[in-house]
Structure formats: structure tokens, C-alpha cells
């Protein structure tokens, strides 16, 4: 009779050597996605939308017919790693270096974006450039305009891709107004009109904590199963208990 127990008991084991090795697995996930939340998620830095750099584009070549001088864009990383480049040149062609652009103003947007684990905070610079014949006080001008469209640093860290697609498409008036070209016949934006309101840029919660938040609901569930199968186990062997007794009074 204590023989035929062993085949159960056997059973009982491998069962729990299951739950155990499912168990290692999920703490192994999470613990894992947590560390690579904290070293590189939530740092990326998004470019504009494709419809964003089509609309950008044509507003820039009416500017540059009108007022010859080329009009382009470039959003960076910290680490200077190019996130989107784009003139009246075309989508992903720089203004500057091109021998059809002797003339050039261009918007430079810099992001950072920090982990959650890290004590700074997301920061970005902009900075407006232009060829050599252009005087740097103009440029200068021209870079500081910007914040009255609402182009501030506070929002390319918001939403740097629809930032720098609207900072690069309000130079030719900002250039203009420094008196450095005539206005351009078809002005891209009303210097009067106030900026238009941001799209939701999302939660930084979410974008900086999704890898913490995954390894909770692991660990969560994992003290779930734990608990069911320490369940499950003492009411087998308070199951089994009265049987064996049984059998040992016989």
C-alpha cells in the first residue's frame, strides 16, 4: 500500500517542478524588461510625421522662390545622431552644402530625454543658423521670434516632431521681418494669429515607467499563482491525510 502512493506523489512533484519553472520564467521577463526600461526606454526622440514633413516641404519652396533663399530643418538627439533633416529641397535633404542653396536659414532642434531613474530632467536647445553672408545679429533675431509662436523649449521637448516642422515653416517670416529678404508672396502663417494648440503629446508616466509598471504586474501575478498553489497543496494533503491514518489502523 505505501508503494502504491510513490507514482502520485511522483506526479505531485513534477507538477510542482512545472509551476516552479514557469514561475523563474516571468520573474526572468520582467526583471529583464524592467533593467532595459531603465537604461534606454522612453529616451526616444520622435521625428515628424510623414504627413507633418509633406506639408512642411511646399510651404518651404514657395518661401525660397519668393525670397531666394533656402529654408530647411534638422532635429537631433543629445548625442547629435540626426532624427529628421528636410529643406525646400525635398524631405530628408539638408540645406546646407548644396550648391542650388548659396542662401540658407536653417532651424536646429536638440533633444534629451532622461529616464525615469535619472535625476535631470528632459531638456532641448534651439538654435537657427544661416550662410555667411547673412549678419548673426538677423539670426539671432530670428531664433529668439520664435517663442512668439509658442516654438519655446518646453514644447519641442513636448512634441519635437511637430515643433520643428512648425519652427521651419515660420522662418521666411521671421526673415522677413528682420529685413533680410522681402515677404514672401504666399506667407505660410499669420505672425498675428496665436499658435495652434499642440496634439496630445501622451503621458510621460506611461512613456518612462512602462518597463517598472510591467515587472509589478509580473510579480503581482507570480505572488497570485504562489499563493493558489500553496492553496492547492494543503488541501491535498489535507486531503490525504485521513486516508493514510485509515490504512495504518488496518
Do not use: H
Given at each position: 500500500?505505501?508503494?502504491?502512493?510513490?507514482?502520485?506523489?511522483?506526479?505531485?512533484?513534477?507538477?510542482?517542478?512545472?509551476?516552479?519553472?514557469?514561475?523563474?520564467?516571468?520573474?526572468?521577463?520582467?526583471?529583464?524588461?524592467?533593467?532595459?526600461?531603465?537604461?534606454?526606454?522612453?529616451?526616444?526622440?520622435?521625428?515628424?510625421?510623414?504627413?507633418?514633413?509633406?506639408?512642411?516641404?511646399?510651404?518651404?519652396?514657395?518661401?525660397?522662390?519668393?525670397?531666394?533663399i533656402c529654408y530647411g530643418w534638422r532635429l537631433e538627439r543629445s548625442s547629435g545622431a540626426e532624427v529628421s533633416v528636410g529643406s525646400n529641397l525635398g524631405d530628408g535633404v539638408p540645406v546646407t552644402g548644396d550648391a542650388r542653396c548659396p542662401r540658407w536659414v536653417e532651424v536646429r532642434a536638440r533633444i534629451m530625454y532622461t529616464s525615469s531613474s535619472s535625476e535631470s530632467n528632459d531638456w532641448a536647445t534651439v538654435t537657427v543658423s544661416g550662410s555667411d553672408d547673412l549678419d548673426r545679429a538677423d539670426?539671432?533675431?530670428?531664433?529668439?521670434?520664435?517663442?512668439?509662436?509658442?516654438?519655446?523649449?518646453?514644447?519641442?521637448?513636448?512634441?519635437?516632431?511637430?515643433?520643428?516642422?512648425?519652427?521651419?515653416?515660420?522662418?521666411?517670416?521671421?526673415?522677413?521681418?528682420?529685413?533680410?529678404?522681402?515677404?514672401?508672396?504666399?506667407?505660410?502663417?499669420?505672425?498675428?494669429?496665436?499658435?495652434?494648440?499642440?496634439?496630445?503629446?501622451?503621458?510621460?508616466?506611461?512613456?518612462?515607467?512602462?518597463?517598472?509598471?510591467?515587472?509589478?504586474?509580473?510579480?503581482?501575478?507570480?505572488?497570485?499563482?504562489?499563493?493558489?498553489?500553496?492553496?492547492?497543496?494543503?488541501?491535498?494533503?489535507?486531503?490525504?491525510?485521513?486516508?493514510?491514518?485509515?490504512?495504518?489502523?488496518?
Amino acid at each position: 500500500m505505501t508503494t502504491a502512493k510513490q507514482p502520485a506523489k511522483a506526479k505531485q512533484n513534477a507538477g510542482a517542478w512545472v509551476v516552479w519553472l514557469v514561475l523563474g520564467a516571468t520573474v526572468l521577463v520582467c526583471v529583464g524588461s524592467s533593467i532595459l526600461n531603465r537604461d534606454s526606454g522612453g529616451t526616444t526622440v520622435p521625428g515628424p510625421a510623414a504627413d507633418e514633413r509633406a506639408d512642411t516641404v511646399p510651404l518651404l519652396v514657395q518661401a525660397a522662390e519668393s525670397q531666394g533663399i533656402c529654408y530647411g530643418w534638422r532635429l537631433e538627439r543629445s548625442s547629435g545622431a540626426e532624427v529628421s533633416v528636410g529643406s525646400n529641397l525635398g524631405d530628408g535633404v539638408p540645406v546646407t552644402g548644396d550648391a542650388r542653396c548659396p542662401r540658407w536659414v536653417e532651424v536646429r532642434a536638440r533633444i534629451m530625454y532622461t529616464s525615469s531613474s535619472s535625476e535631470s530632467n528632459d531638456w532641448a536647445t534651439v538654435t537657427v543658423s544661416g550662410s555667411d553672408d547673412l549678419d548673426r545679429a538677423d539670426l539671432w533675431a530670428v531664433d529668439a521670434g520664435l517663442d512668439r509662436f509658442g516654438l519655446d523649449t518646453d514644447t519641442f521637448v513636448d512634441d519635437p516632431g511637430w515643433a520643428i516642422c512648425r519652427a521651419a515653416v515660420t522662418l521666411p517670416l521671421l526673415v522677413a521681418e528682420a529685413g533680410v529678404a522681402p515677404p514672401a508672396a504666399t506667407p505660410s502663417a499669420d505672425p498675428a494669429a496665436p499658435a495652434g494648440a499642440l496634439p496630445d503629446a501622451g503621458s510621460d508616466f506611461w512613456r518612462d515607467r512602462w518597463g517598472w509598471l510591467l515587472a509589478t504586474a509580473g510579480l503581482l501575478l507570480v505572488a497570485a499563482l504562489l499563493i493558489t498553489v500553496g492553496f492547492v497543496q494543503r488541501g491535498r494533503q489535507r486531503a490525504a491525510t485521513p486516508a493514510g491514518r485509515t490504512r495504518g489502523a488496518r
